[in-house]
Nanobody, 122 residues
């Protein structure tokens, strides 16, 4: 059973920064961050290969967010800069086994954390 636990969410002003962490009970799974805003579907924010070498991003966060993975600590990160009110959402980390490929949909992710709230507001 893979366990994922997010942390680092909170309230931040527009233009501010925040870093999310996701502790995993296993290493080398392909992982991703998703987010779900009130009344909207859950959407991918960024994904990364199991070895941490290949990141990819949704267009809405490209250039502002950075996904990274430290397999020595079994931890996934999401560094978020230049935050906007529209970034407000519950952020989830997710993981999946198997061969690596870029996946933007949640269907193929097997393991999920419980989520952490990020609120961007003045």
């Amino acid at each position: 059973q893979v366990q994922l636990a997010e942390s680092g969410g909170g309230l931040v002003q527009p233009g501010g920064s925040l870093r999310l962490s996701c502790a995993s009970s296993v290493t080398h799974l392909h992982m991703a961050w998703f987010r779900q805003a009130p009344g909207k579907e859950r959407q991918i924010v960024a994904g990364i290969s199991g070895n941490g070498a290949v990141p990819y991003y949704s267009d809405s966060v490209k250039g502002r967010f950075t996904i990274s993975k430290d397999n020595t600590k079994n931890t996934l990160y999401l560094s978020m800069n230049a935050l906007k009110p529209e970034d407000t959402a519950v952020y989830y980390c997710a993981a999946r086994p198997g061969p690596f490929r870029v996946v933007y949909t949640e269907d193929e992710y097997v393991f999920w954390g419980q989520g952490t709230q990020v609120t961007v507001s003045s």
